[in-house]
């Protein structure tokens, strides 16, 4: 089965987009609309455009069993068509000299420009917890995008933290060098999401200062 859907506004894809936790199974998700789910969750800004975030991508039956009962045997992982185990890097710096380095190649940025963005992303990489915080913060940035551009193909999405992450990086094998940030399962909704209440914006908005 394949979902249809006609192009919906930024608006209408952030207004929809909901927690789904009960999904139908054996949807599949068409190979080339994945593809573009990825690929626009992959669009996200990052710090120094490093993009430290990984997309492990789970769709055999025997894979979301598996890690079924890792995730507290909360069903949506099983039924969903996909479940993406979105990672943070935590040696993202790797990935800079890679990026600059060909920049430097392209003649786009100047030897200088790339000594200094590698020397500010080296001594940033330094110390463990700046490479943690940003791990987390982009991929949750890759995260969003990925959810609304699920949304924006048809499909559901709910953002899961409530999971043992050190057995699943044991299922799955995860090198040491990154770190589950959170699972998104996507697919077709089998009921929808609960409503929920948003605090109005006069809770939330601060006008210049405290």
Do not use: C
Request: charge should be negative; proline fraction near 5%; aromatic fraction near 6%.
């Amino acid at each position: 089965m394949t979902q249809t859907n006609t192009a919906l506004s930024t608006e209408t894809v952030i207004r929809t987009r909901s927690s789904v936790r009960q999904y139908k199974r054996d949807v599949v998700i068409p190979q080339e609309t994945l593809n573009e789910i990825l690929e626009l969750a992959a669009a996200a800004p990052s710090s120094w455009n490093l993009q430290q975030w990984r997309f492990l991508v789970v769709q055999e039956q025997a894979q979301k069993d598996l890690i079924l009962p890792i995730a507290y045997g909360q069903q949506q992982v099983s039924d969903a068509s996909v479940v993406v185990v979105v990672l943070g890097d935590l040696q993202a710096n790797i990935t800079g000299r890679e990026i600059f380095d060909g920049a430097l190649a392209g003649g786009h940025i100047s030897q200088e420009i790339r000594d200094n963005m590698v020397n500010q992303i080296e001594g940033a990489y330094q110390f463990e917890q700046v490479a943690r915080d940003e791990a987390n913060k982009n991929a949750g940035l890759a995260a969003m995008n990925l959810m609304l551009a699920a949304k924006a193909k048809g499909y559901d999405t709910v953002p899961m933290g409530g999971f043992d992450k050190a057995k699943l990086v044991e299922a799955l094998n995860i090198p040491e060098r990154f770190i589950p940030v959170m699972m998104i399962p996507i697919g077709e909704a089998a009921a929808p999401g609960r409503p929920t209440v948003r605090l109005p914006l006069d809770k939330l908005v601060i006008n210049e200062t405290f």
